[in-house]
């Protein structure tokens, strides 16, 4: 009741002003996040050391339906601590067009207070569509606003969120799959005698130099042209890694042995920091805030950023796992209430949990007490198919996977407690 009597508030104070409401409605749609709590949160309140709770599958967006798994990427969960709940995108099957006709160049939200999706972007669809390019390069429709297509081939570790600014962020790469759209080579400029041919981007600007935003409080896309770029810039990112930094104000992206900073007042990119980094392609990872170290792992190697002393760092520890695998198959998450790295490898039936205390050095292996019978028989049936895709909620002390197949949607939703704060034991 109090929502709908703020609605009609903002009704009358807009047919004043002369502004429509209903537009900027459905262009804003996280406004008032974080929701109020459901009654699943007090589960997640109630779950002790190393303890599993399924959530099941999400709400589904009105309209959208609820969000399809995607391959390659386990870290495609952005956590946004002022929203509540985590982004979501980065596609799944090579050209997948989704059974609404849409091409999966999605956007989505996970609002975990609410145990819901929301559609932010849902694609395109693949057979109507009609875009145009502006002056930088960037697709755009028919009013100039952007509409990315093909943004995030796979997610990767390229994605990011700045909650000062309330912007999520994506490095930009061109999709070489988008073929799905068979007339987006006319508009991208593409030689008639080179159609077909899905390598073909004309004059689509395809360099990750130019970041794609998600603007919170707009609801919608930016893509921003930057001019100029440090000598030396990748101009493609599939294989690195983007962290937003708060103590700089700032995203750095990381690939190779050079690291670059983004500035999103001057929308600029400085660097490159020289560093050797031993980690070198497909990089999952996430962010240390009290010690101000990226951790970045792929393959037998794991190591962090040291961004005070501006160096790499491999560690080599008692306990350490045997492999890190890549982003496709390895979810890291940095809990921040008990000060432990959460490593999860996605190799079932076996499910190897390990957490890497950087104080002391070590690793240790909590008890496997995964509910496997708890979750949904068409999981269970086909589960080394399943992909995760995780982030760590700071003020529930949990940490999400969401649990589903490729380009496939219907997941399932668990939470995890590594351990209860002294306050959540004093609560119990």
Partial sequence: MLRRTKSVAALAAALISGTNVMAQAQSNPLEGLPSKAGEHVERIKALGDNEWGVLGVPAADPKWGTAPGRSWGGRSLTYAPDLGGAFFTGEGVHGYTKPNGYYMCDLWFYDANGHRWIC??????????????????????????????????????STTYDPDLKQYFVLYSANPWANAIKQRQEWLGVPPEKRGDAYQNGKLATSCQHPLLWDVRAGKWERRFVEKVPAGFHSGREYGLAQYLPSLKKTIFTM?????????????????????????????????????????????QIAYFDLKAKQWVEI?????????????????????????????????????????????????????????????????????AVLYHSFYHEGLNAHFYYLAFDSTDGGCMVAYRYKRCAKEKGGR
């Fill in 316 to 384: 080599k520890a008692q306990g350490q796992p045997e492999t890190f695998d890549d982003c496709n198959r390895v979810c890291l998450t940095y809990d921040t209430v008990n000060d432990v790295l959460l490593y999860h490898y996605k190799e079932l039936p076996i499910r190897l949990l390990a957490a890497y205390e950087p104080d002391a050095g070590r690793w240790i292996r909590p008890a496997d007490n995964f509910p496997m019978g708890a979750l949904p028989k068409e999981l269970t049936g086909f589960f080394k």
């Fill in 256 to 300: 190779g042995n050079d690291a670059w900073l983004y500035d999103y007042p001057s929308n600029t990119w400085s660097g490159p920091i020289r560093a050797d980094c031993p980690i070198p392609k497909f990089m999952n990872g996430c962010y240390d805030p009290k010690r101000e170290r990226l951790y970045a792992a792929n393959g037998r």
């Fill in 120 to 157: 932010l972007y849902p694609g395109v669809p693949t057979k109507t569509v009609r875009l145009k390019l502006d002056s930088h390069g960037f697709e755009v429709d028919e009013k100039g606003e952007d509409t990315p297509i093909g943004f995030a081939p796979h997610a990767y570790a």
